[in-house]
């Protein structure tokens, strides 16, 4: 059991890394309460390439600065003016990749969890999707360019490692815009969790 450490968030392979992520635990502590929950879905933007990605094109902005940044920070971005979805920055500097965190199998601080979710904490739409585990885990703006390795919010490998037969890959949602890069299998997904939106 052991806390990421930065170095593995700089590999420059976001696939790798968004199907490796499956399996870790994501833990947050917000207003001295601690929640987490086991990654089962991910999908991978692979930067200034990706018509899906927000960098595209080499866009920069206030709102996108963090993804420019050296792998292990949090990029939390507000969607639809609603929901707060987590990204993981990955790569090296000035390369802005990122693994948007789809999906938890909720593990630690339920209880919690409930209070701002107020769904049966066994239904899948309790966290299956990006907008739902964000606002399980606690996920604001104030997550928004946090080191990884801090005490806010990190990722811990428990040593669960899923094998290529348990992993689905399929389209990313809610991209249509993207063009062709709307159907690339960029979306990794734990096959028989049922937290994880599976095809």
């Known amino acids: 059991m052991s806390k990421l450490l930065q170095s593995y968030y700089n590999n420059t392979d976001v696939l790798f890394l968004a199907e490796d992520l499956l ?12 929640t987490a929950g086991r990654i089962v879905e991910t999908e991978a933007y692979f930067g200034i390439l990706d018509k899906a990605s927000h960098a595209y094109n080499g866009k920069r902005t206030l709102r996108t600065e963090p993804m420019y940044k050296e792998g292990g920070v949090a990029y939390v971005y507000l969607c639809y003016g609603i929901h707060h979805l987590l990204n993981i920055v990955t790569s090296v500097a000035e390369d802005p990749q990122c693994v948007l965190i789809r999906s938890i199998e909720p593990l630690v601080g339920i209880d919690v969890m409930e209070l701002r979710r107020p769904v049966p904490p066994e239904k899948p739409s309790f966290s299956n999707g990006p907008g739902s585990a964000g606002k399980a885990l ?62």
Not at 23 to 34: A, E, R
Not at 170 to 180: L, M, N, S
Request: charged content about 25%.
């Open 23 to 34: 399996g870790k635990i994501l833990y947050t502590q917000k207003d001295g309460l601690v």
């Open 138 to 199: 606690g996920i604001d703006s104030s997550f928004n360019d946090l080191l990884l390795t801090g005490d806010k919010i990190w990722v811990e490998d428990q040593g669960l490692k899923y094998s290529h037969s348990e992993i689905g890959k399929a389209p990313r949602i809610g991209i249509a815009y993207a063009q062709e890069h709307a159907m690339l299998p960029l979306r990794f997904y734990v096959k028989n969790n049922r937290y994880s939106k599976k095809g």
